[in-house]
Every structure is written in structure tokens, then in C-alpha cells.
């Protein structure tokens, strides 16, 4: 099924655009890390069948594990983590760029965390994790 690129990149920068606002709603610190907590716990959860070694995301200080599968022209991400920051920072990114198609997703990047303030509260290997996480999806839109 062909889908519409421009379509898709709308509605990630709306989905982006919601977040920031939701985010930036809230007093900075804590607030909104809560926040993103709580988009962890409120993912879909992941299959647990597909919680294998070979879909740990390297560069991750904890265990968070992600699976993409292709439906109606897009992609959908699944994942969890044993950390709770772990597995909200990755439902926040995630959440951005499920079900949408490669070409919107490359286009589309997640950066929110430093306009919301969110990035000076991650550890630097969260940090990290955040990028490998980029790296992930960005290789999978490609494939």
C-alpha cells in the first residue's frame, strides 16, 4: 500500500508538535521527566516472545529491547526496557514515528529533548542510548 510521504510528515511534526506543548505545559525538571515516565508505562506493550538478545538495542546502559515490523506502508515499533526513563524515552520517540512511512521518518527528526530541557536531565548514557535509538530507526526506515 503506497502512502502519502507529506501526510505522514504532518502528522509526525503534529505528534511532535503536541508533545513539546504538553512538555513545555509543565514546570521544568522533574515535572517533565515524570511525564515521560509515564509515556513509558502507557506504550503498548511488547510481545514477550520478541524480547531476544538480538533485539537489544546496543549503546543502551539498560536492557530495551525493539522490533519493527512493516503494515499498510508504514512502520511500527515495538519495545520495552527494564528502566522506567529507558523505556519512556523510547515510547516518546517511538510514539512520534509509529505507523508512518520510511520516507516521513527520515525526515522527521526527535528533537524535542533539547527544546524541552529534557536532554539536561538524562545521564550522558541515556544520551547515548537516545542516539543509538536514532541510529536504529533510521536504519530501519532505510532498509
Known amino acids: ?3 502519502d510521504t507529506a501526510a505522514d510528515v504532518e502528522e509526525i511534526q503534529a505528534r511532535k508538535a503536541t508533545l513539546i ?3 513545555t505545559m509543565l514546570p521544568p525538571g522533574d515535572e517533565r521527566l515524570l511525564y515521560v515516565l509515564q ?3 502507557k506504550y503498548p506493550a511488547m510481545d514477550e516472545s520478541l524480547k531476544s538478545p538480538d533485539r537489544l538495542l546496543p549503546g543502551c546502559i539498560s536492557q530495551l529491547w525493539i522490533h519493527t ?3 499498510d506502508g508504514g512502520l511500527v515499533f515495538q519495545m520495552d526496557a527494564d528502566a522506567s526513563i529507558s523505556k519512556g524515552i523510547a515510547a516518546s520517540v517511538c510514539g512520534f514515528y509509529n505507523g508512518m512511512c520510511p520516507a516521513a521518518i527520515l525526515a522527521v527528526e526527535p528533537d524535542f529533548f533539547d ?3 529534557l536532554a539536561a536531565l538524562i545521564s550522558p548514557n541515556r544520551s547515548n542510548a ?3 535509538l536514532r541510529k536504529y ?3 530501519a526506515a532505510s532498509a
Open 39 to 41: 509515556l513509558g508505562r
Open 137 to 139: 530507526i533510521v536504519a
Open 21 to 23: 506543548r504538553r512538555l
Open 1 to 3: 500500500m503506497s502512502r
Open 69 to 71: 515490523e512493516s503494515a
Open 130 to 132: 537516545l542516539s543509538s
Open 115 to 117: 527544546e524541552t530541557g
